[in-house]
């Protein structure tokens, strides 16, 4: 078993059978159908939700670099909205003084998730760009992921494009995407959300079909069940070195 696409490729390569995909799932039925359109206010609202490791510091930075910039030239007035955990609190206040468009939240249970995330205008992701970052995400699938997909609010990822995270979204095309580190390009991409919200709508919609039909908590059930029976029964889904070299 494998959380990602790419895990599963590089473990059918290693071990020479295929691999099945679970990813992070939840009960898309708690998660509507997203309806909302796309209206800006001239106060418009980026919300972060998860984990901050120390590789992902320089892209939060860039993320607040870029603001600041746009506040001082735009007509609307961002803020960027940190929903973090006690430790993760603590190791960015620093990083975050006399940012005064910036705040940090106390991260919401998951109750609270679909209510926090929905009412966001635009909702960021984003990884480091070095070594690090690039070997702890490259298999990786955040778990911030599919409740970001089943919101109904527009998504940004800031991140390389060898990770998993920035391969899934741009395979989907659910997201925008800035896979090159760049302030420039982010802040292009903020300041055209800003501009044209209504253009990501159907990015809005493909999230959430994509999520409702891939990461659904009952039917991913059903395929574990279904795959642990074939287990049990012994039933081995084995495929050579060679087809799995094909992907």
């Known amino acids: 078993l494998a959380i990602s ?120 992701s984003f990884y480091g760009f070095g070594l690090d970052s690039i070997n702890y995400y490259k298999y990786s699938f955040a778990t911030k992921i599919v409740p970001y997909m089943l919101s109904g609010t527009p998504i940004l990822i800031y991140g390389p494009p060898e990770i998993e995270p920035v391969n899934y979204a741009r395979e989907g095309r659910w997201s925008i995407l800035v896979d090159r580190r760049s302030k420039r390009l982010l802040g292009t991409a903020i300041q055209d959300f800003i501009h044209y919200p209504e253009a990501k709508q159907s990015m809005v919609l493909r999230a959430w079909e994509s999520a409702v039909k891939n990461h659904d908590l009952k039917s991913n059930a059903l395929r574990f069940q279904s795959f642990m029976v074939d287990v049990v029964l012994n039933k081995p889904n084995h495929v050579s070195k060679d087809k799995l070299n094909d992907k």
Request: one cysteine or more.
């Open 5 to 124: 696409d790419a895990m599963a490729i590089a473990y059918g390569r290693r071990f020479g059978c295929s691999v099945d995909v679970f990813r992070g799932a939840i009960d898309a039925s708690e998660w509507p159908k997203p309806k909302r359109k796309l209206l800006l206010n001239k106060r418009v609202t980026i919300g972060y939700v998860g984990s901050i490791e120390k590789s992902q510091i320089q892209s939060l930075i860039d993320l607040m670099d870029v603001v600041e910039d746009l506040n001082k030239t735009l007509t609307y007035q961002i803020e960027v909205i940190l929903y973090l955990t006690k430790s993760y609190n603590e190791s960015v206040r620093q990083y975050i003084i006399n940012r005064q468009f910036v705040s940090i939240v106390d991260h919401p249970s998951f109750l609270e998730l679909s209510q926090v995330l929905g009412k966001l205008d635009l909702l960021v």
